[in-house]
């Protein structure tokens, strides 16, 4: 459509900045008026919870870019001199470092609630997988900066991960010659994994953008899982969602808060504090503790290539989750053994976890075997057959039906849902 | 649900099981530190005393290579004290008029002085073993501060049939129990000059706070801002929660 946009703001200025460049108009219509269900839980403030982790990541990120050497020879020391000579240095790598596993902990959280409430399902297909691309994009950048303090567990964390490459037949090698920049973790592996690290949050800020353009779209799924039916379905996301989303990131800043001041270190290893030493191995090389459940995938096999397939196929297999959920109810509210056996996933996960801290002996192998065994079935068998054989709870007829109509909540009068919605 | 709880628990119960097979047949002291609480603050006086210890023990192997002088005031030294310590101390000071590298008398911007000049030079010096940086050893050791006094107090006879190596020492809190460093402190190896008693134990102690300060200057300003941010923010959360509430008052939900 060519020709100036009709605005009605009031403000001239406004007006006329509207009139050629839309911006207001569309931050009225998709933060302001957008509708929104009026029955989200605090479950649905994670994804807002993520977008407000990713600005702090990238805020502090940048001013300790202003500070640190990508260089072998200095990165471990520039490090240090942040943490003692630069202003509240300390602080922005704290948060930077936190920052990160608050933004796994959120993201984590978001995506069970995907899975519990179905967001997976038509017409978010397309919206949740750019969800597991922005997963992924995280996951790197996250590898990638664990290795910029080129400590111990830095350096030969980077060096297991970038060997699994060499796991896949005939490029395998090149592969891994290629993410080094020579034949060994060292200074051009550094170097350009620090480009990557800068690089990959802007690139993640284009796959979110993307993410919420589909979410607004389609508009969002709610906790019994049924589609907005009416204009009495919703809210103006502003000031209702606005609100509540803020009190979530007000928790959240206080959960962060205390890990940034009171535990900086907590979630961290101590052999990261030894500057990388190539001659000597740690005695135990672990990930981060969010990479863990994937590690001891990784390891619950005695084939590598088996192993490193899994891996990565634990993760690429949510891409095509859509399509192997044969139930067409949504939310789990209504289907109990559906949820039942989401639960036992999450379980298969937190156990999987607690074997990637583990050396792969005794009972830790059975268990990450265990596991991993539980983790795929959930997606390839149970999901596919469960949507067939599970008959689902009544679903109701509508969100304000059963909100007016009382959850739990003594007995209405019948005509209760026909009143008319006030106008907020 | 039930079987739900009952397969966490029982998920639980496994990790708590299977701890003890991956614990280390290490001795780990338990100290109490003046600043291990969130509340706690760096005993100044044990970190000065364990300074001193440092200066005149630890100083001969260990560096301390990411620490100045000039940071010596956080442990309460006033800007004469580090002057006049730092002016004691001799450091490598850029290149003369021929282009020979020279020294010179330390000041407070000054690095602290390494014993060796590199890595080779001091396994050279210690029978193989290089002595590690003493800037952040209380962080990057499991166990901290108690893992550190271990090792300072864990020297010992080796038991019955334990063979020690050639150089070697044998040390009830090392992983392996044998250490290159030989025992650096005794009952009575350092003077204090404030009048407290120089037990192997309280040494341990002293230079145990000193280090812990020295990984982690920053914490006693990180911990008193948590508070404040902490208090903050737990206010406002109450604030914007009641604000929602107030919000969605019209709305039946």
């Given at each position: 459509m060519v020709g100036l946009h009709k605005s009605e703001f009031a403000n001239p200025v406004i007006n006329w900045i509207d009139t050629r460049l839309p911006v207001f108009t569309m931050i009225q219509k998709e933060y302001g008026e957008f509708p929104t269900p009026k029955n989200f839980n605090y479950f649905w403030n994670f994804g807002a919870l993520a977008m407000i982790n990713l600005v702090i990541m990238i805020a502090t990120g940048i001013f300790l870019a202003m500070n640190y050497q990508p260089n072998s020879e200095l990165a471990f020391g520039s490090i240090q001199h942040i943490m003692r000579d630069v202003n509240y240095g300390w602080l922005l790598r704290y948060i930077h470092q936190n920052g990160a596993s608050m933004f796994f902990i959120v993201t984590y959280i978001h995506i069970f609630r995907g899975l519990y409430y179905g967001s997976y399902k038509a017409p978010r297909e397309l919206l949740w997988m750019l969800g597991v691309v922005i997963l992924i994009i995280m996951m790197a950048t996250a590898f990638m900066g664990y290795v910029l303090p080129w400590g111990q567990m830095s350096y030969w964390g980077a060096t297991v991960i970038t060997n699994l490459f060499s796991a896949f037949p005939v490029v395998g090698p090149k592969i891994v010659t290629l993410l080094w920049g020579?034949?060994?973790?060292d200074n051009p592996t550094l170097n350009r994994f620090y480009s990557l690290h800068y690089l990959l949050p802007f690139l993640l800020v284009g796959v979110i953008f993307l993410h919420v353009v589909a979410l607004h779209l389609t508009g969002s799924n709610n906790p019994l899982g049924i589609d907005v039916k009416s204009p009495q379905d919703t809210l103006p996301f502003h000031p209702y969602y606005t609100a509540k989303d803020s009190v979530g990131i007000c928790v959240f800043l206080v959960v962060l808060s205390v890990l940034v001041f009171f535990a900086p270190n907590y979630l961290g290893d101590p052999n990261n504090f030894i500057p990388a030493n190539p001659l000597q191995t740690p005695a135990d090389i672990v990930p981060e503790w969010y990479f863990l459940p994937y590690y001891a995938i990784l390891r619950s096999v005695p084939d590598k290539l088996t192993g490193v397939c899994l891996m990565f196929g634990s993760i690429l297999v949510l891409f095509v989750l859509p399509w192997l959920d044969t139930s067409k109810v949504r939310s789990a509210r209504f289907r109990p053994l559906y949820r039942i056996t989401l639960l036992l996933w999450v379980v298969a996960v937190v156990v999987l976890g607690v074997c990637g801290a583990n050396k792969p002996q005794g009972i830790w192998v059975l268990l990450s075997r265990a596991g991993t065994l539980y983790y795929f079935a959930q997606f390839l068998v149970i999901m596919p057959i469960l949507g067939k054989l599970e008959r689902p709870l009544p679903l109701p007829e509508s969100i304000s039906h059963p909100v007016i109509g009382g959850r739990g909540g003594g007995p209405l009068p019948s005509g209760a849902a026909a009143k008319p919605m006030e106008k907020a | 649900m039930r079987t739900m709880h009952s397969l966490l628990a029982g998920a639980f119960a496994a990790t708590l099981l299977a701890a003890p097979a991956v614990a280390q047949e290490i001795e780990m002291p338990h100290q109490k530190w003046s600043f291990e609480n969130p509340f706690g603050t760096y005993d100044l006086a044990a970190a000065q005393r364990g300074f001193q210890i440092y200066a005149q023990v630890c100083s001969n192997c260990h560096s301390l290579q990411y620490l100045h002088y000039r940071d010596l005031s956080g442990i309460g030294l006033d800007a004469d004290q580090i002057k006049a310590f730092a002016a004691g101390v001799t450091v490598p000071d850029g290149t003369d008029d021929q282009g020979q590298p020279k020294e010179g008398p330390a000041t407070p911007a000054s690095q602290f002085r390494s014993p060796f000049p590199n890595s080779k030079a001091a396994a050279a010096a210690n029978n193989g073993g290089i002595p590690p940086d003493l800037s952040l050893i209380v962080n990057a050791r499991e166990g901290g501060p108690n893992y550190i006094y271990g090792i300072l107090t864990g020297y010992a006879d080796p038991p019955e049939g334990f063979k020690v190596g050639d150089g070697l020492y044998y040390n009830k809190t090392f992983p392996g129990h044998q250490?290159?460093?030989?025992?650096?402190?005794?009952?009575?190896?350092v003077d204090y000059t404030d009048g407290t008693g120089n037990s192997l134990d309280q040494q341990a102690h002293d230079v145990v706070t000193f280090l812990s300060w020295a990984a982690n200057p920053e914490a006693v300003e990180r911990k008193q801002m948590g508070v404040r941010i902490v208090l903050f923010l737990v206010f406002l959360t109450g604030l914007t929660y009641a604000v929602k509430r107030k919000v969605w008052a019209d709305v039946e939900h």
């Open positions: 020579g034949f060994s973790v | 250490i290159h460093m030989p025992q650096p402190l005794r009952d009575g190896t």
